[in-house]
């Protein structure tokens, strides 16, 4: 990766060219993310076939409304 | 130490124990990876049948095996080239296993938009592997990429045991997509650092 790349562009080519290994603090960083994506997002919104409601990001959205 | 570090040493002591149970039984490690592939066939009918906890149950007890074979090879000095090429293919079978099961379900439920997203998530899944594969009969190693077979496994008993199965199907096909271009850019960069090297 250029050096002259912006630092969110060198940290989305390092998300998307992964190359840490399990343990550490990046590896983390995705499991946060990626566990985040699947509780908070509500089922709605990805039409779950098994699974119903707003999730909590539709009941915050609610609470805000 | 990081926070999947610490799971991973908590996980260990039971574990642990189910492989000098294994190693005093001296059970064959192979035999231990076809039981883990039973299992699993198992998990993909309860999640054929829609019942997630059941199948997260069954899948918990069939990743014990996946994990330990090559734990109690190691201790049973039963370490081969066979038993490697064998626990790879099996594990093939016990990922497409849990693909079909989620397939046959949303295709009962008549929901083609998922039936299309946990096939394409399952291609990839194995596109995965078999880049991997195939990248290392050509260079040393390519072992890039996030979402491997043990993400996989955890993705798949975070979808069953918290009915988020729709969102775990869209982390694994599109992190999938992602390890297999990372996979094949890495094995282009790699071969062209050796451009006189010519390969059938």
Partial sequence: MNRAATLPVRILWNAFFWTYERATWQYDLMVIAILAFVWLTPPDWLNDPMASGQGPVGWLLSMID | ?200
């Fill in chain 2, 1 to 200: 130490m990081t926070l999947t570090g610490l799971i991973g040493r908590i996980c260990m002591f039971p574990l642990q124990l189910i492989i000098s149970t294994c190693v005093a039984l001296k059970i064959h490690p192979n035999i231990l990876t076809f039981v883990g592939l039973l299992i699993n066939v198992a998990a993909a009918c309860a999640l054929g049948a829609g019942r997630f906890i059941l199948a997260g149950f069954i899948m918990g007890v069939a990743n014990i095996f996946d994990f330990i074979d090559g734990k109690v090879a190691h201790e049973l000095n039963a370490v081969s080239v066979f038993g490697g090429f064998w626990d790879s293919v099996i594990d093939r079978f016990s990922d497409i296993a849990l693909f079909v099961g989620l397939i046959y379900l949303y295709s009962r439920l008549g929901r083609t938009d998922y039936v299309m997203i946990t096939a394409l998530a399952m291609m990839f899944a194995i596109m995965t592997s078999y880049t991997r594969a195939r990248a290392e009969s050509l260079i040393t190693k390519c072992k890039v990429g996030f979402m491997e077979r043990p993400e996989r496994i955890v993705l798949f008993l975070i979808g069953a045991f918290t009915n988020r199965m729709a969102a775990v199907m869209w982390v694994i096909g599109v992190l999938s997509v992602f390890t297999v271009a990372d996979r094949i850019i890495y094995t282009y960069r790699e071969l062209r650092a050796v451009p006189d090297k010519v390969v059938a």
